[in-house]
């Protein structure tokens, strides 16, 4: 049974509020991490499981397209108060088309804005070429980036692509979703992300200097990323990323240290058998141009 969200007091609100920036950093990194999954190429470095990351690159660009499912969450623990953000969704790619789908559910931290309830948000996105549409509370909005917003690389090969960067190790040989697979893990520090998204896009961080990226991975218990890639056809089969930290701060109104805790988790699945299409809903041809001039 899902934890119910408790109503924080201003005092806690105050002592979560040093936590509450660790989890802004996380994701923030995560943000980037994404895009650079969606748009960038990487150069990646030779690994220890190098061989099959390869293997499985090759798999991937044979196959052309890729849907997946994901889930997980962002939870953040301060002297008894806690804030837990669900995210689920969905998602499918054409590299061969050039088309992708997207949809994210995530809970609402704040339950009511202007009078409306706002316990649940979905945002729906669809990139056409090289143009983005995107969905959320009845708005449509849309822009383009020609030569820049199609990556021309699906979600997966883009996350082998950070996993041979980071000199991955095959860990073990085992069943996942009832298939036999090769696990492979990465353990790479909070810092070592964050200055691969700021060297990408050295804006996502313009709030941060280089001080503040290195100083990161104090508070930071753990970082993971797991990837499963099927013995026999070696496309990847599920993924699981968990970021862990923690920080103990002393606050005037209480005796001793305030522990916060912060974790964001990550599931995703994916799917090369079923066959899909991306049409895009005629709704979106009235989308409200963003696209800078």
């Known amino acids: 049974m899902p934890r119910e969200r408790p109503s924080i007091s201003k005092s806690q609100d105050e002592r979560g509020g040093k936590a509450g920036k660790i989890a802004v950093a996380i994701v923030v990194i995560l943000i980037g991490i994404f895009l650079y999954f969606m748009l960038f190429t ?6 220890k499981a190098t061989g099959l990351l390869e293997q499985a690159e090759i798999a991937i ?3 052309g397209k890729e849907s997946f499912t994901f889930e997980g969450a962002m939870e953040l623990t301060s002297q008894g108060g806690y804030i837990g953000i669900p995210v689920s969704g969905e998602g499918r790619i054409d590299s061969v088309g050039k088309r992708m789908y997207m949809k994210m559910n995530f809970e609402s931290p704040v339950t009511e804005i202007g009078g409306v309830s706002n316990d649940s948000i979905t945002i729906e996105s669809y990139v056409i070429d090289d143009v983005a549409y995107i969905h959320s509370m009845d708005n449509w909005l849309k822009y383009s980036s020609p030569g820049r917003l199609w990556g021309q690389a699906q979600f997966s090969q883009k996350i082998i692509e950070l996993v041979k960067g980071f000199d991955a190790a095959i860990a073990e040989k085992g069943s996942v979703n009832g298939r036999e697979a090769y696990k492979v893990s990465i353990s790479p520090s909070l810092s070592d992300l964050a200055n691969m998204v700021a060297g990408i896009d050295p804006q996502m961080f313009s709030g941060l200097d280089q001080s503040q990226l290195a100083g990161l991975d104090k508070d930071v218990k753990s970082v993971r990323l ?3 890639i099927g013995t026999s056809d070696y496309l990847p089969i599920k993924i699981e990323g968990v970021i862990e930290a923690q920080r103990n701060t002393v606050a ?3 005796v001793g240290a305030v522990k916060q805790d912060v974790a964001l988790t990550l599931t995703v699945n994916f799917d090369y058998k079923t066959p899909f299409n991306i049409v895009l809903p005629s709704a979106a041809q009235n989308a409200q141009d963003i696209s800078a001039s």
């Open 42 to 47: 990487g150069q990646p470095v030779p690994s």
């Open 61 to 63: 660009k044979a196959a």
């Open 226 to 228: 797991d990837i499963w």
């Open 252 to 254: 005037p109104e209480v």
